[in-house]
């Protein structure tokens, strides 16, 4: 029954995702459990250790506790099963989406991997900051709103015009009107508009330093290594080396120099781990 306890208490500690309960808080029947749970166990521990203990009081009380904390850990187990089936429906609606564009196929999986690998290497004093569930979906839907801009505007061989690049600007925009009907995301809508931004205050909304939220730093770095180590229509792509060059040399103007220079201690192996397997990208 520890085990279970403790399993139940990780499950409280960890609920705070998309998943669960967006802007809603921690769910309610979470705090329900664990208060019966404790109900259960002080009562049971209080009839044991009394003068005149009550075994038929204690009984019941003892298991009612290994009851609620079964049922606790059987929930867990089945959000948990429910994270990971959503995660990966909204993985293959992503691909569907990208397959019709040859500059992003695979580039949100990609994002979606390196973010949660640079997540991995933050200090503790970060990590705390981010729930790692919401993060996820946020990495892997920062584009969604690509959805939203023409094919011609994506697939265009050359470099876009200014009215194109106004148009193509729009896509986080996009993205938290199409999000906005799912009470779910409230918490990563802005995670994803401002994935564009830089430290510098020069991104799409002019959004300065760590106004911007440390999430959508992250993914902006994600995003940067992703994007030069990918080929696309309009360039080439350049290899692991080049791209640590460019990202050092925009760290502190476009990307957190903090976070760039975690982001730089991650072995390439470990970099080049996140490239989906069909997709062409540099070594
Ligand atoms: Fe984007």
């Given at each position: 029954m520890i085990g279970n306890i403790i399993a139940y208490i990780r499950f409280i500690h960890t609920s705070t995702d998309v998943m669960l309960s967006?802007?809603?808080?921690?769910?309610?029947w979470a705090k329900i459990g664990l208060v019966l749970l404790v109900f259960f166990l002080v009562g049971y521990l209080g009839v044991a250790i009394?003068?005149?203990?009550d075994y038929l009081m204690a009984g019941i009380l003892f298991f009612g506790a290994v009851f609620v904390s079964l049922a606790l850990v059987l929930m867990y187990y089945l959000v948990d099963s429910l994270k990971d089936r959503s995660m990966e429906i909204t993985e293959t609606l992503i691909g569907v989406i990208e397959a019709r564009d040859s500059n992003l196929n695979g580039h949100s999986r990609n994002v979606q991997e390196l973010s949660m690998c640079l997540y991995r290497h933050l200090p503790a004093s970060l990590k705390d900051k981010i729930s790692p569930v919401s993060f996820e979906y946020a990495a892997l839907l920062?584009?969604?709103?690509?959805?939203?801009?023409?094919e011609s505007i994506l697939n265009k061989p050359g470099k876009l015009n200014p009215e194109e690049w106004n148009v193509m600007k729009q896509h986080p925009k996009i993205a938290m009107d199409l999000l906005?009907?799912?009470?779910?995301f409230d918490e990563i809508r802005d995670w994803i508009l401002y994935h564009h931004e830089r430290i510098d205050g020069k991104g799409y909304y002019g959004l300065p330093g760590k106004d911007i939220p440390i999430q959508a730093r992250i993914i902006a770095i994600c995003d940067t290594y992703s994007a030069i180590t990918m080929r696309r229509s309009y360039k080439d792509m350049k290899t692991h080396e080049e791209a640590k060059n460019i990202i050092k040399e925009i760290a502190g103007s476009q990307l957190d120099a903090d976070l760039v220079a975690i982001f730089l201690t991650i072995p390439k192996e470990e970099l080049q781990a996140?490239?989906?397997?069909t997709i062409d990208f540099a070594n």
């Open positions: 967006g802007k809603h808080g921690e769910p309610l009394a003068g005149k203990p920062h584009d969604v709103g690509k959805l939203g801009v023409p906005k009907s799912l009470p779910l996140c490239k989906p397997q």
